[in-house]
């Protein structure tokens, strides 16, 4: 875990990726995860789709939030706050799969 995290902070540190790209990968793979289930039929990963959801609305919102910073000023911040809480309830999601 920690090497992949370095090797993502090395990528923004060498200039070979910027933020932007961080964050339409991240919503590609949670879509990925929307479009392609793994284990669908299981009953105890049924909570991970709706997981997947939260977080790629989350990451959508994040993604939003700085374009609207950048094009209207810092009244498109506020959407952090609702990506914050949809994040927080993917992951609420994701760890009981009940």
Do not use: C
């Not at 540190?13 to 991240?26: A, E, F, K, V």
């Not at 909570?47 to 950048?70: E, Q």
């Amino acid at each position: 875990m920690i090497w992949l995290i370095l090797l993502g902070i090395s990528t923004l540190t060498t200039y070979q990726h910027h933020l932007i790209d961080i964050l339409n990968g991240s919503i590609l793979a949670h879509l990925s995860f929307i479009i392609i289930p793994y284990r669908k039929n299981k009953p105890e990963y049924r909570n991970s789709r709706t997981a997947n959801y939260y977080f790629l609305s989350g990451w959508i919102l994040i993604l939003s939030a700085l374009l609207l910073n950048k094009y209207t000023g810092t009244k498109g911040l506020i959407l952090l706050l609702l990506a914050l809480a949809t994040m927080i309830m993917g992951y609420y999601y994701q760890k009981k799969n009940v």
